[in-house]
């Protein structure tokens, strides 16, 4: 297999979950308004939150090569070739490529995380971890 491509969107993905971040949301607004008094505070509050959780409410595309991996996220690109990573960990919802051999504090700023898209899992950690110990192995 040459390349791997998906696009991870978890509120869409995740619909019963959505709902509730939604609701959770709405509920610190109103919060909000009513600690504050005014509703310029919930916009603020609806801002910093919906800023924040960008990743869960937008879409991300991933490409991996036999280059390296791509991820694309609001206009942004970040490309990094397999020569960057040196292991990865895998999690229920992704696989962090880590920089370092051993784990790292450094890691959530070093490494990067490719959420799965559903069903996407088992594959794209194979396709990562050819990549990452072939590289080892050579």
């Known amino acids: 297999m040459a390349e791997l491509t998906w696009r991870a969107h978890p509120m869409k993905d995740d619909a019963p979950r959505s709902y509730a ?8 607004c109103i919060l909000m308004n009513w600690a504050f008094g005014g509703w310029l ?3 603020l509050a609806a801002a910093f939150l919906m800023t924040s959780l960008g990743r869960y409410f937008l879409p ?3 490409r991996l090569s036999a280059e390296g991996v791509e991820v694309r996220f609001l206009g942004r ?3 990094r070739p397999w020569t960057a990573f040196r292991n990865l960990y895998p999690h229920p919802m992704g696989v962090h490529l880590s920089p ?5 504090a450094l890691d959530p700023f070093r490494g990067l995380f490719l959420r799965y898209a559903p ?3 088992p594959e794209a950690e194979a396709f990562c971890r050819d990549r990452i110990l072939a ?3 050579a």
């Open 21 to 28: 971040v939604l609701g959770a949301l709405l509920g610190l």
């Open 41 to 43: 505070w919930s916009l």
């Open 60 to 62: 991300t595309a991933y």
């Open 77 to 79: 690109r970040v490309r």
């Open 100 to 104: 370092f051999t051993r784990p790292s």
């Open 119 to 121: 069903g996407m899992g």
């Open 135 to 137: 590289k080892e192995a």
